[in-house]
């Protein structure tokens, strides 16, 4: 059975760019969520998918957003780049009944200089 | 104030050894509790996860849930080299989201 798929794996962007990050979740599984993870802070939820809504965000600026298409691939998108947003950003796949364990992809690096 | 803490350590202990991992969540309506490895460079990965208050044994890995105190545990018995690693303490909080602790760096020494 296929893992979960983040794309890319490495990013470098500049200071107001934008960035959009990919995630395919396991077969069958039809939540998605996201998170951020720095040094020193953990993982910091980001928000959470399932079939096609957001039934769950953190507390991050609005620069940060997502969506989920009916496939329950799921894209999260980061406007106006900072220098803090640099990041591991990783999607967990779940089966969307709320209280089962995550199952995480190997996570896009971004950098932004 | 964060959700789940942990220690962040280094915790240091030599190969054979019990490892003992704390972790403390504010939330008293978390329904579920979960344990994951990280190690460097690599995603997290789940090894135990508890419902229930008292203990839950799988192999090496013991979890331990006290909901009146609000604290989980997690021992490593036969601590070994490969288990060094990032441990990440992980609560259920209802609403379809998971918050995690900082985790706390693991050394085996052997």
């Known amino acids: 059975k296929a893992g979960v798929t983040q794309t890319p794996r490495y990013l470098i962007k500049t200071r107001g760019q934008q960035v959009t990050l990919s995630c395919s979740p396991i077969?069958?599984?039809?939540?998605v969520s996201w998170y951020q993870q720095t040094p020193g802070q953990g993982l910091q939820f980001l928000f959470e998918y399932f079939s096609e809504t957001q039934r769950n965000k953190g507390n991050f600026p609005g620069r940060f957003s997502g969506r989920q298409f009916s496939n329950s691939r799921s894209e999260m998108n980061v406007s106006t780049l900072e220098l803090g947003d640099s990041a591991l950003y990783l999607c967990a796949s779940l089966t969307g009944r709320g209280n089962t364990e995550a199952f995480f992809g190997q996570g896009t690096r971004l950098t932004v200089v | 104030q964060k959700e789940v803490e942990q220690n962040s350590g280094p915790l240091s202990v030599p190969e054979g050894a019990i490892a003992s991992l704390n972790c403390t969540y504010s939330?008293?309506?978390?329904?579920?509790f979960f344990w994951y490895r990280q190690y460097s460079g690599k995603s997290p990965e789940l090894i135990m996860f508890?419902?229930?208050?008292g203990d839950k044994e799988d192999g090496r890995f013991t979890a331990q849930l006290n909901k009146a105190s609000q604290y989980v545990s997690l021992l490593i018995r036969d601590s070994q080299p490969s288990d060094s690693a990032t441990y990440l303490c992980a609560a259920y909080t209802g609403g379809f989201k998971t918050i995690f602790g900082a985790g706390t760096r693991l050394f085996v020494k052997a």
């Open positions: 508890i419902y229930s208050n």
């Open positions: 077969s069958g599984h039809r939540s």
């Open positions: 939330d008293r309506g978390s329904q579920s």
